[in-house]
């Protein structure tokens, strides 16, 4: 399967525990974003790199979020300390930055804070 | 801003039957998608539209771009059950995508 791969599929945990995401994008593209869905709503933006470097983050992302992209291919999510408020599905996408930026997206993390 | 505005939010209706979905965005854009959400799963892109004028078909579904009147439409025809699902616009602009909250579409057999 060469499109883009979460880990993991679902994550539940208590409020105040950190967690943390994966994103493995299609193995060519140099651009990923992550974005957060809620229930009923449109996928909202959250971050975005380009290779290695973070270009851009929403006021949505609070200090307690954090993403890296070390080497420029794999991603990770963290959240600190969480709420129930960050329940959600949050998803990863991959394009090339070449032409039009179509993203491709996967299969997401849906997370539960109890 | 950018904000893209969709309605209806939810349409149910019966097959066989033509209904057009409506998506109108805030200001200029690069490009504009179509994504199709089944529940519980990721997005599947169906459309990208580059520019004025532009009409894109697959199967049941046509979708076309306004981009002096910031109007995209999605038009199904002839429904059927299998096109049941949430139907997201999405604007692109400096790099990032900002979607609608999606038109849920339910088919009656």
């Known amino acids: 399967d060469t499109g883009v791969s979460q880990d993991p599929r679902h994550k539940i945990t208590k409020r105040g525990q950190n967690v943390t995401f994966r994103c493995d994008p299609i193995?060519?593209?140099?651009?990923l974003y992550w974005y957060r869905q809620t229930l009923g709503q449109g996928p909202e933006f959250l971050t975005y790199?380009?290779?290695?470097?973070?270009?851009?983050k929403s006021r949505l992302l609070s200090d307690r979020f954090s993403a890296e992209r070390p080497k420029g291919s794999f991603s990770t999510l963290e959240i600190q300390h969480t709420e129930q408020g960050d329940s959600a599905m949050y998803l990863c996408?991959?394009?090339?930055?070449?032409?039009?930026?179509?993203?491709?997206f996967g299969p997401g993390t849906r997370l539960t804070v109890l | 801003e950018l904000k893209v505005e969709q309605n209806p939010l939810f349409l149910s209706m019966q097959e066989g039957k033509n209904y057009t979905i409506y998506c109108n965005y805030s200001?200029?854009?690069?490009?504009l998608y179509w994504y199709r959400q089944d529940p519980g799963k990721s997005l599947e892109s169906l459309f990208v539209?580059?520019?004025?004028?532009a009409v894109k078909q697959e199967g049941r579904l046509m979708a076309s771009l306004d981009t002096k009147a910031r109007l995209s439409t999605l038009h199904i025809t002839a429904a059927v059950h299998d096109l049941s699902a949430t139907y997201f616009c999405?604007?692109?602009?400096?790099?990032?995508?900002?979607f609608g909250k999606g038109t849920r579409l339910h088919i009656l057999p």
């Open positions: 790199f380009q290779n290695e470097a973070q270009l851009e």
């Open positions: 200001t200029t854009s690069d490009r």
């Open positions: 999405a604007v692109e602009r400096d790099d990032k995508i900002i």
């Open positions: 539209l580059l520019s004025n004028g």
């Open positions: 996408a991959s394009s090339l930055a070449l032409g039009y930026n179509e993203q491709f």
């Open positions: 193995s060519e593209h140099n651009r």
